[in-house]
């Protein structure tokens, strides 16, 4: 086979006077496994490693941006640098993401994950039972879930892969665990690939000296998405919160003029909840179905007996048919135990309750009619928040984005806040119902 190098300036020169095919057609199989699996012919800049001395690449890129390849290409590079004999300290690995089964459907078995980027002779033999991976030189992977923060207590590892970790339930835990266990080698050191959201933790990380922040936008990976998927995107979130953080990597604090603050979610949030009086379950649900239907608002919540709201969950749906949602309500129903399950009819009617009693009729359903506007409708809920009488169990990420985008003016991407209005019938179900509530001026 000729040299790295001979492939790489053959191949590079011959797309350049587009002879590229007769040039592929001349290389044996040996020659073509290389190529395909020469990472640093392939990457963009933003997917290599920063120079110089590191112990956090906080790689932050919009949908697409090519973050997971990024994650899984830079562990199989350390892990074969080990195998040399380069990087000794490099076999005990974290592999860290929202659930196990992120990290299996993501990291591990995705498209770019860790069995997709390495060769045959190389690749790694996945244990699902275990949670592990066994390279053949003998590094092994360990798979952990901020579900489950303590189950970093023990281990002690080189490296560090951590996906998604703004949408992490327990951020700031498992974060912790994870430095504490990150004790291995001359040199212990963690990828961070994500999309980032303005949480506390991932704004610390960025402050911290030993941080090198890299960013991407989705355009910077356009080649190897579908054709057409950018300028659509862009077309239809032109100018919004979203496209500034899930496209171009942004990381946006959040909307001037908005009801909610960052910091006033931060600050009601609870690892669980105690002893509830009374759950509920508050259904938005979307006037249509289809490809351009609103989202379904589903939010669980309850009730202490010091008068403390607790938003337990966000089930709510990206779209869904008046059967999938209905099964949905009553599903998060049963499973909280709850005593009633709020919905707005204004768009329905007596289809609403109708969709409900058909999959269960034994669930008690309390129709609500909005009657003022969304902004109105959510001012005495914000009061509730102010005065510090609710309280977020864990992570809401998608319901807290629409609370901290959501002004006067509705929503930046024009469309229904409809886990917010969920949200609202829920506390309001709980805490206002027959209580007079000031008017609210500002948070």
Known sequence: MRSDRSLRTGLIACAARGALPEFLAGLDREALTFLRHDWALWAHPHQLPPQGDWRCWLLMGGRGAGKTRAGAEWLRATVGS???????????????????????????????????????????????????LEW???????????????????PQFALAWCDELAKWRHPQETWDMLQFSLRLGASPRQLVTTTP??????????????TRVVGAATEANAAHLAAGFVAAIRKRYAGTRLARQELDGE????????????????????????????????????????????????????????????????????????????????????????????????????????????????????????????????????LLYE?????????????????????????????SPDRLDALVYAISELALKDTPMPRLRRI
């Open 82 to 132: 080990a195998r040399r004999g380069a990087n000794p300290d490099g076999g005990r690995i974290a592999l860290v993401g929202e659930t196990h089964a992120d990290v299996r459907e993501v990291m591990i078995e995705g498209v770019s994950g860790l069995l997709a980027v390495h060769p045959t002779g190389e690749r790694p033999t996945w244990q699902p039972s275990r949670r592990r």
């Open 387 to 415: 005065q510090g009488r609710v309280r977020h169990v864990g992570a809401l990420p998608a319901l807290e984005d629409e609370m901290t985008d959501f002004t006067s003016d509705g929503l930046s991407s024009g469309r």
């Open 197 to 210: 959201r303005p949480i506390p933790l991932l704004k610390r990380i960025i402050a911290d000296p030993a």
């Open 251 to 382: 990381l946006v604090e959040q909307r001037e003029g908005a009801m909610w603050s960052r910091d006033g979610l931060e600050a009601c949030r609870v690892e669980e909840a105690p002893e509830l009086v009374r759950v509920v379950v508050a259904l938005d649900p979307p006037a249509t179905s289809g490809r351009n239907s609103d989202a379904c608002g589903l939010i669980v919540a309850g009730i202490a007996a010091t008068g403390i709201v607790y938003v337990l969950a966000d089930r709510s749906l990206a779209r869904a048919t008046p059967g999938a949602w209905a099964r949905a309500a009553v599903r998060a129903w049963h499973e909280a135990e709850a005593d009633c399950l709020v919905a707005e009819v204004n768009q329905g009617g007596e289809m609403v309750t109708g969709m409900i009693a058909g999959v269960d009729p034994s669930v008690p359903v309390r129709a609500v009619r909005a009657r003022r506007g969304k902004w109105l409708r959510a001012e005495p809920v914000a």
């Open 136 to 154: 053949p030189n003998g590094a092994v992977a360990q798979v952990f879930s901020s579900e489950d923060p303590d189950a970093l207590r023990g």
